[in-house]
């Protein structure tokens, strides 16, 4: 076994752990905070000058299963949802798409 979860069965993975995070995780916004300072990025730029510049990305994120986030951009007034498997897109991650009405 390659330990690879991909397609149908990350999906099937990851929202088998939904119902289960708060324990692994008793504090979510605290544990999600912890997690959302380690996506700092730093990006080294060549200037004109021909010397380096330092860039700084920063991102924040939390997890949610997919039907929260059907119900999210439903909300949102989004019709005609579909997700797009990882296998049928060639992207890594899950795609939805919507229309907006």
Same mark, same amino acid.
């Given at each position: 076994m390659s330990g690879h979860i991909g397609g149908e069965s990350a999906r099937r993975f990851?929202?088998?752990l939904a119902e289960s995070?708060?324990? #692994?995780y008793p504090d979510w916004d605290a544990a999600i905070t912890d997690q959302g300072?380690?996506?700092d990025?730093?990006?080294?730029?060549?200037?004109?000058?021909?010397s #380096?510049?330092?860039r700084t990305r920063r991102a924040t994120y939390w997890a949610?299963?997919?039907?929260q986030l059907a119900e999210l951009i439903s909300a949102g007034g989004f019709t005609h949802l579909r997700w797009h498997e990882?296998?049928?897109?060639?992207?890594?991650?899950?795609?939805l798409t919507a229309r907006a009405e």
């Open positions: 990851h929202d088998s995070y708060h324990l #692994l300072r380690a996506l990025r730093f990006q080294l730029l060549p200037t004109a000058e021909g #380096l510049s330092v949610i299963t997919r039907s990882p296998h049928d897109s060639g992207f890594l991650q899950p795609i």
